[in-house]
């Protein structure tokens, strides 16, 4: 993403980082290839870096919604053709106090005004965000935010602008896209129905918190995982590793070993699989899988290595060897995975947006997924139109002696799988034990750089502690601090969920610290 910021920057564009912490990457960035050219310059990519208060985000937007409002830089034409509930915006924002956003964000109304300046002046405008913005309580409502101000400058349906939610890997990406998903609509329902030939259960399933909830209560039978590290990745670990050791068979289908194969049901299967990277041979011939890129572009996937052992079967293999065995009479399952054209086949005629899928994903570069509101500036509304909408900040206040806490990835990492003990982006080598804090918190706390502290988070009663931290100094807002995922999920409470999309709030932690370890956990 880097490099295409890179190039962006090159073609005239302004780059706003709004992030709690500096980004080494956006202040300073370099392409390894061209130092093979002998360029030996770099390219500071961020034009303003807003270094937002966790939770901050909101209060942030907000201000500058209202200063273009005040202002009169909004796309009139665009307004009253594709977007409902303008009028009410505005009138929300009549309640609009510059303290309280100053106060909530941590930034300064002239910073905050520039800002707005930039956007009012902006022909196209992306926004693009990733957990920072949706592991929070109000995340949906924040994200609204975005869209508000995009929707004010006419930024959807033109070239260059738009939403741009950067999601997980591309063999995860597009789960929802085609059916992986514990809550589908009706009518995606019915066109899967069409396509399959039988009907699908119209009960929804669990998503990740549920799930855990689930497993307390003794109801999951059997728990498959396809790939992942489920026990680091989700929050609350402790709690998580108790309400695993409730099922009856636990079964990870893997290419690597992780945590999760280590705390299971009482009963546990691991089935090694080939890796995506490795060539997978069906009925004598090649055969490639397709995913799906962060931008909703649909290519090959195809891999090159010789397999790790002859015996192992692909992942598409062993769905359908359990489908063949629990539902033979649904679909012809061996004669799917002897061509994994047939599966795909069977997606296009299933699935909206995959006709003539085969002849599509072998084009160069594959194919882009349809979107209604960029292709044709349609939305999915019963208006038929975009709706502006209107929330009250969050409060973001904690006690006097308690600090927010964000979870944070290193530079050697990718997702749980760390690959090593340095992280460039910020400076800090040899551990991953590290909680970055203010240097003021840290005077306050008589504390100094590489002191030892021990941390609790304590939400509805329920005391969560983790011991054994080293307190960084590090340029992070006053009453914030980050620490590595998945080492601070313990501290992430189960039930701290954003409202609506019920996502762990793994960018809100309230902890309070302490020299003292002698803090005993609540049952």
């Known amino acids: 993403m880097l490099t295409a910021l890179r190039d962006a920057k090159r073609n005239g564009s302004k780059i706003v980082n709004i992030n709690p912490l500096p980004e080494t990457g956006l202040s300073r960035f370099k392409h390894p290839q061209e130092y093979m050219e002998m360029d030996l310059t770099s390219t500071q990519l961020s034009d303003m870096h807003l270094q937002v208060k966790i939770g901050g985000d909101a209060a942030l937007f907000q201000g500058v919604i209202k200063h273009l409002l ?65 592991q929070h309580r109000n995340g949906v409502s924040v ?24 999601r997980g890997h591309s063999n995860v990406q597009g789960d929802r896209t085609v059916g992986i998903w514990e809550a589908p609509s009706e009518a995606f329902l019915e066109t899967m129905e069409k396509g399959l030939g039988f009907d699908l259960p119209k009960e929804h399933g669990y998503d990740v918190v549920e799930s855990i909830h689930a497993m307390e209560k003794g109801i999951v039978d059997v728990f498959i995982c396809m790939g992942g590290n489920f026990l680091s990745a989700t929050p609350d670990t402790r709690r998580t590793a108790k309400a695993i050791q409730n099922i ?56 090159k290595l010789k397999p790790t052992s002859p015996t192992l079967m692909s992942e598409p ?55 209604p509101p960029r292709d044709k500036l349609e939305f999915d509304t019963p208006s038929g139109k975009a709706a502006f909408s209107m929330n009250p900040l969050p409060d973001v206040s904690v006690k006097s002696n308690e600090y927010v806490l964000m979870t944070m990835r290193s530079h050697d990492q990718y997702n749980t799988t760390i690959y090593g003990l340095h992280d460039r982006y910020r400076g800090i080598h040899g551990n991953r034990r590290v909680v970055l804090m203010n240097s003021l918190d840290m005077a306050e706390n008589g504390l100094k750089t590489r002191d030892v502290i021990h941390l609790s988070s304590s939400f509805e009663g329920t005391l969560r502690q983790s011991n054994n931290w080293i307190v960084v100094a590090y340029d992070i807002p006053k009453g914030n601090m980050g620490a590595y995922f998945p080492e601070a999920n313990e501290l992430v409470p189960l039930d701290s969920v954003a409202e609506k999309s ?3 709030t793994s960018k809100w932690i309230v902890v309070s610290l302490s020299k003292d370890s002698n803090v005993h956990e609540e049952e």
Request: include cysteine; glycine fraction near 8%; hydrophobic fraction near 35%.
């Open 317 to 371: 293999s062993i769905v359908a060897e359990l489908g063949q065995r629990l539902v033979p009479e649904n679909l012809s399952w061996n004669t799917l995975t002897q061509d994994y054209d047939a599966i795909r086949d069977l997606m296009s005629d299933s699935l909206r947006g995959f006709e003539n899928y085969n002849e599509r994903v072998r084009q160069d570069n594959g194919f882009l997924l349809p979107n």
């Open 248 to 303: 009856g068979l636990t079964v990870q289908i893997s290419t690597k070993l992780n945590r999760s194969h280590l705390i299971t049901g009482k009963s546990a299967l691991i089935l090694p699989v080939l890796g995506r990277t490795e060539i997978d041979i069906q009925n004598s011939k090649k055969q490639f899988v397709t995913v799906e890129n962060s931008m909703g572009v649909v290519h090959r996937s195809e891999g």
């Open 502 to 504: 019920n996502t762990p």
């Open 70 to 134: 005040d202002t009169n830089n909004y796309d009139t034409r665009f307004i009253e053709e594709y977007t409902i509930q303008f009028e009410q915006l505005k009138l929300h924002m009549e309640d609009f106090s510059w303290n309280q956003v100053i106060q909530d964000s941590g930034i300064s109304k002239k910073q905050i005004i520039q800002f707005a300046e930039m956007c009012a002046n902006s022909n196209a405008t992306i926004a693009c965000w990733a957990m920072g913005l949706t």
């Open 143 to 166: 994200i609204q935010e975005v869209v508000n101000l995009l929707l004010l400058g006419g930024h959807i349906g033109r070239p260059g602008a738009g939403v741009c939610p950067v």
